[in-house]
């Protein structure tokens, strides 16, 4: 089974400042996916990004920026120069058997 | 492409009711996935189907059923409700196999009372 730790509960950063969300996660399986799930305040999640377990290069987009570090099960997700349509809970959800299993979520506040 | 669509949107059952919600998933996804969110237990996974089959199950009571038709829609129904079954139920929708990307609808807000 997977589990997985969104240690920071809620963060609040000023507008423009950068922001990193903290994933860890455990898992027995050999091969699985990884993914970001953003949930504004209307409820709907919203895709963000998913990595394969193979492939440990890490990826930019946009503002967006993810740091996949398998030695330590890590999968944290940046945002620069953050802006306050960024404020939302965020989901981190590893999952290589045969369920999701979500984090418990980050809220960010980003304050104009 | 139309995205998940869920209904209703909002719903208010009394204790020991039953409610059906439904999903409509993207056109040609087949597998539909349910969760549960709360703001103590966070998203709880509750079933997926894919080709009308149940293919995996979260740990919930059997009060919480669901099933898939043949157009990949699927319904998910809570008999004997209790107030903690209040929560947003949220439908995601898929290609195939589990590992895909799941699109999220807008969700079905219940609330018991």
């Known amino acids: 089974a997977q589990k997985v730790t969104q240690a920071q509960t809620e963060i609040s950063v000023v507008e423009k400042e950068d922001v990193t969300l903290d994933c860890v996660y455990e898992t027995r399986d050999t091969t699985y996916y990884l993914f970001w799930y953003k949930q504004p305040p209307s409820g709907e999640l919203v895709f963000l990004i998913r990595r394969n377990s193979f492939d440990e290069q890490n990826e930019i987009s946009g503002r967006y920026s993810w740091n996949f570090q398998k030695s330590t099960s890590s999968f944290n997700f940046t945002i620069t120069a953050s802006q306050v349509v960024d404020s939302a809970v965020y989901f981190c959800?590893?999952?290589?058997?045969?369920?999701?299993?979500f984090g418990t979520g980050t809220s960010l506040t980003v304050i104009p | 492409k139309a995205g998940v669509t869920q209904t209703p949107r909002y719903l208010i059952k009394t204790r020991g009711q039953q409610v059906t919600l439904s999903c409509s998933p993207i056109s040609g996804h087949r597998s539909v996935s349910w969760y549960q969110q709360t703001p103590g237990q966070g998203l709880q996974f509750l079933f997926e189907y894919f080709s009308e089959t149940q293919r995996n199950k979260g740990n919930f009571p059997g009060r919480f059923s669901g099933r898939q038709f043949s157009n990949s829609r699927s319904e998910m129904n809570v008999s004997t409700l209790e107030l903690g079954d209040s929560a947003l139920y949220l439908c995601?929708?898929?290609?195939?196999?589990?590992?895909?990307?799941?699109?999220f609808g807008p969700g079905t807000r219940l609330l018991v009372l």
């Open positions: 995601a929708s898929s290609l195939a196999r589990t590992q895909e990307t799941q699109y």
């Open positions: 959800d590893p999952t290589g058997g045969n369920q999701f299993y």
